[in-house]
């Protein structure tokens, strides 16, 4: 069973530009999480979303924003990048929301954002 | 007061010994715990879910949770120098997943 996947994997910006991450779930997974993590603040919850609805937001800016799709696949954007958005962002997927009992998430390989 | 807190480490310890990994959480109503390993330069991978009271083990890896004291822990049995990574305690609050800064484990030859 094929694991979650994340496109980019390296992605190199300068500063005002803005950016797509892509995100494919496991198969049957329905909810997508995303989150950056970085040195300094460890991993920080961005959103998540399930059936196509975002379920639950953390604590970062607007700029900051996501998406999913019928197929459960997830893109989460950064428009106007800073310098302090330079980090490593992951999505995890489970079946069902976080919140559920005893549900279990699990991480793609990441994109490493470079903000320069 | 952090809602997940870890010992940053790091934590070292020669090959062979049990390496104890711990990490203690401030809302009450949490029901899941997890333990993920993260290798430098990787992504988080599961390794133990916990969900009751007591201790549940796999292998060489065996974890401990005692709700009333808002406390769980991960125990490495004759650890390796593979098991040198740094350790994420996960814990679900019933409204999203909370982590904690990780402890960072070398095990040495």
């Known amino acids: ?52 609805t975002q379920r639950n937001k953390g604590n970062f800016p607007g700029r900051f924003s996501g998406r999913q799709f019928s197929n459960s696949r997830s893109e989460m954007n950064v428009s106007t990048l800073e310098l302090g958005d330079s980090a490593l962002y992951l999505c995890a997927s489970s079946r069902q929301p976080v919140r559920t009992a005893q549900e279990t998430q699990y991480f793609g390989p990441g994109t490493r954002l470079l903000v320069l | ?79 390796q120098p593979s098991d040198s990574a740094t350790y994420l305690c996960a814990v679900n609050n019933n409204n999203d997943m909370r982590f904690g800064a990780g402890t960072r484990l070398t095990v040495k030859p």
């Not at chain 1, 300068?14 to 997508?32: A, D, E, K």
């Not at chain 2, 940053?8 to 899941?32: F, M």
């Open chain 1, 1 to 52: 069973k094929a694991g979650v996947t994340q496109t980019p994997r390296y992605l190199i910006k300068t500063r005002g530009q803005q950016v797509t991450l892509s995100c494919s779930p496991i198969s049957g997974h329905r909810s997508v999480s995303w989150y950056q993590q970085t040195p300094g603040q460890g991993l920080q919850f961005l959103f998540e979303y399930f059936s196509e």
């Open chain 2, 1 to 79: 007061q952090k809602e997940v807190e870890q010992n940053s480490g790091p934590l070292s310890v020669p090959e062979g010994a049990i390496a104890s990994l711990n990490c203690t959480y401030s809302d009450r109503v949490s029901q899941s715990f997890f333990w993920y390993r993260q290798y430098s330069g990787k992504s988080p991978e599961l390794i133990m879910s916990i969900y009751s009271n007591g201790d549940k083990e796999d292998g060489r890896f065996t974890a401990q949770l005692n709700k009333a004291s808002q406390y769980v822990s991960l125990l490495i049995r004759d650890s």
